[in-house]
């Protein structure tokens, strides 16, 4: 046989000297941890936004109807209307929303049944509370906690309330940035506030008979303005007396 028909023998197999490492690389483990990390936040964007819809709708269902739609409600030992007084079956609100709802429109009936109280009084909700708001300068001199001649009369719906309503009251003054006379019997802003607040609560408990664990007095001075204290129109505002009216359940602080 020829040199030329003998094959040729096979080439030696390849061997590697680096053996294979033993489970995942390196980079499929920072891709999972980063898919995990992405999973994680895209879950808890979409449980704050049901909590934010949750809030919407109860927001929806109370408060802005409160000055506009009627609805249906059980008796409260604190309710001046009928249920039949408020005909919309369309509408349901949970307990808490028709206890405040009530609350709202029967504070509303009564400061509208006072022609001075009316010009000058915002009502408004406040946490499981309703406000009634009126300017400082109605009750008390500028700068001084000594009332003005017809605060007793000015104050006689809010005395009304307390008698006739199983509420509690916390009575809160404000005032504006503004700086106190050096003659002033009060160092600062935050002593003239809780005077006010404690004169009024007097005032209160003289002319009603109102048992004072059921009303609380506090003075916030400029630190909760409503608006820039920047004009004096702002500052007008700003300077206020705040009636505080809430369910004897609800902790006011």
Known sequence: MAADDKKAPPPPKRQDDTPCEEGLPPWMATFADMMSLLLCFFVLLLSFAQQDANKFKTLMGSIKEAFGVQVKRKEAPFAAFS????????????????????????????????????????????DAGVVIRIPTSEIFAPGSAKPVADAASKLATVVRIMKERNLGLVVRCHTSDRSLDSNSLYPTNWELSSARAATTLRILMQAGDIAPSRMKAVGYADSQPLLPNNTDENRYVNSRLEFYFHTPSVKSW
């Open 83 to 126: 249920p039949s007084d408020f005909e919309r079956k369309d509408v349901e609100l949970d307990p808490e929303n028709k206890e405040l709802l009530g609350m709202v429109l029967e504070i509303k009936n009564f400061v509208l049944q006072d022609p001075d109280l009316k010009k000058t009084a915002k009502i408004s909700t406040d």
